[in-house]
């Protein structure tokens, strides 16, 4: 053999037992109630319902994931019970954890052709809203993966919960620092008012890095308004993979944030 070509079957040979030899997709997204996030509840007429479910479909079928985490979930695209999520825009996927609609900020995870071992809830301790994370222990290429989906405190302006969502973002990494294969993804509202306007502040996903989480980003991307992005709010942080193909998707028709993915692969 060549040495050039050698060397160049090494490093793919490197590669492929770094990343275990398998990969898949992962997006985050806050999906703002089928509201454009102005409500915490569906404002799609019954009447729109079969043409948005149609475009939340394509947009979704675009960002190519095994596994979603959504922020700002709702059971039903229209105003009424008609139109099942489950049964429309995620049709493809099999598992779910989610709660009933109508309480506001509510998490899921959706995944597909996966084996799910365990799921569940944990709310944060300090809170200024209603603020928790879900998981959901899916089996994945014979190894167990812990993804987590959660949406944190941005009125942290109010008089004793200025360090409401440090704390919960030391209660993500305090939970997870140490597992094997952990995906944790959502809106962490990384913002700070600051006369009178907001400030992206990225800094505040330090203790991520800290921990050894790999992210896919950590300020360089743009999430939301999805309009014209200008805060780096929704991320995804990972622990036992390598991160790739980070891409945002923006459609303001659909949502007020832009999704993120990535392709994620053991190492």
């Not at 319902?49 to 959504?70: M, R, S, T």
């Not at 899921?108 to 222990?137: I, N, P």
Request: hydrophobic content about 40%; some cysteine; aromatic content about 14%.
């Amino acid at each position: 053999m060549h040495m050039t070509s050698a060397v160049a079957f090494l490093a793919a040979m490197v590669a492929f037992v770094s990343f275990g030899g398998e990969s898949f997709g992962f997006a985050s997204w806050n999906i703002g109630h089928f509201a454009l996030g102005k409500k915490w509840y569906s404002t799609i007429p019954e009447s729109e319902a079969p043409k948005k479910i149609v475009e939340y479909k394509a947009f979704l079928d675009k960002a190519d994931f095994k596994v979603i985490g959504i922020c700002e979930h709702e059971c039903f695209v229209g105003t009424n019970s008609t139109f099942a999520v489950d049964k429309t825009i995620l049709a493809d996927y099999d598992g779910k954890a989610v709660e009933p609609s109508g309480i506001g900020r509510l998490n899921a995870l959706y995944w597909k052709d996966t084996q799910c071992v365990k799921t569940g809830t944990v709310k944060f301790e300090r809170h200024s809203q209603q603020r928790y994370y879900r998981f959901a222990r899916l089996k994945i290429a014979g190894r167990e993966v812990c993804f987590v989906m959660t949406h944190l405190d941005w009125n942290h302006i109010k008089p004793g919960h200025e360090q409401d969502r440090a704390s919960q973002i030391a209660k993500l990494v305090e939970d997870f620092k140490d597992g094997p294969y952990v995906v944790i993804g959502g809106d962490f509202n990384t913002c700070v008012y600051e006369n009178k306007v907001w400030r992206d502040a990225p800094e505040e996903y330090e203790p991520f890095r800290k921990a050894g989480f790999s992210a896919a980003h950590w300020g360089e991307l743009k999430t939301w308004p999805a309009k014209v992005p200008i805060q780096s709010i929704d991320n995804i942080f990972a622990k036992g993979f390598e991160i790739s193909d980070v891409r945002v998707q923006a459609d303001p028709s659909l949502s007020d944030h832009a999704l993120i993915r990535c392709t994620l692969a053991f190492r």
